[in-house]
């Protein structure tokens, strides 16, 4: 048999490719420099095969090791599968575990059940990466996360999705606002550039365009919030009016505000859910999270059978 490249070999030349820098590389694979470019020659060797252009100033990846470097990420990914599925046999919900989260879920939620997740799994070492979900998404199949707690719908392919909570959208005023009649509320009543909503690249605005049913532009105010904190502030400060998760009411971010909130069409809500790797051996152990997540819900939340 050929000399395969070792686990070791693989994970140091994947460091590299996203450093770019022999010390920093070893730095963030805890190892001496000496024994980080030693691991890289011997990869080249079994290869016979230039991965790397070294100069005084910078590493430069070759042509071709972009390309193993893209494959030696999935293999990675593959060996880590095998130790899940190995740990999965002897307890759901333990050792490491890396959850993604979105911005506009993670102060709501994770407060909830994680207490509750650590008293009935103590040995599970959760690590928490928030972000928005076209990043999350990336990360996963990349292999840096083991599952996302995400807003539903998102198109998505190679992974399996769970759906758990349903959460309503509110409409989201300043007490004594002119801006909008709140006994009377009517979309088609709102005036122009009224409605504040949050940048692009969140999901949360393409949920509320769609499940608020939010079709006039002219309404949509030219200037986005680059966060929840922002959007909230700038309803507080009566520019606009917005729409938001039900499970934000009662949390920190409207503490001390003069917002006020107010149910909407019952049809307008989004799906919270975890989203994971298409045939992972951890599904069941993502599964049994998703009870705990569900059993510690908001009260404005309604449960999704699966």
């Not at 490249?5 to 693989?10: A, E, G, S, V, Y």
């Not at 090791?65 to 046999?89: F, K, T, Y």
Request: one cysteine or more; proline letters at 4%; glycine letters at 4%.
């Amino acid at each position: 048999m050929e000399r395969l490249p070792t686990i070791r070999q693989l994970g140091y030349f994947t460091a590299l490719e996203e450093h770019r820098h022999f010390g920093r590389a070893a730095e963030a694979c805890f190892v001496s420099q000496s024994a980080f470019s030693v691991a890289i020659r011997e990869l080249e060797s079994s290869l016979a095969i230039q991965l790397v252009d070294r100069t005084r100033k910078q590493v430069t990846i070759t042509a071709v090791g972009s390309d193993i470097a893209a494959q030696a990420r999935l293999v990675l990914r593959d060996a880590q599968a095998l130790v899940e599925m190995a740990r999965h046999e002897r307890e759901p919900l333990e050792g490491r575990l890396s959850l993604g989260v979105i911005p506009t879920i993670a102060p709501f939620l994770l407060p909830r059940f994680m207490p509750a997740l650590h008293d009935s799994h103590s040995r599970l070492r959760l690590y928490l990466r928030e972000d928005v979900t076209a990043a999350l998404l990336e990360a996963l199949l990349d292999g840096d996360v083991d599952l996302i707690l995400m807003a539903l719908p998102y198109d998505m392919h190679h992974v399996e999705v769970l759906p758990l909570l349903r959460d309503p959208f509110r409409l989201a005023y300043r007490k004594g606002t002119r801006l909008i009649d709140p006994r009377h509320y009517r979309f088609n009543r709102l005036q122009r550039d009224s409605i504040l909503l949050l940048k692009d690249d969140h999901c949360l605005r393409d949920h509320a365009l769609a499940a608020c049913k939010l079709r006039q532009p002219d309404k949509l105010n030219r200037f986005a919030a680059s966060s929840l904190l922002t959007l909230v502030q700038m309803v507080d400060a009566d520019l606009g009016i917005t729409y938001l998760p039900a499970m934000a009411e009662g949390s920190a971010l409207l503490a001390n505000t003069q917002i006020r909130t107010q149910a909407i069409d019952k049809n307008a809500y989004r799906d919270i859910g975890l989203v994971w790797r298409r045939g992972t051996g951890r599904a069941e152990e993502f599964r049994t999270l998703g009870a705990i997540i569900q059993k510690h819900k908001p009260k404005s939340a309604q449960r999704v059978k699966n």
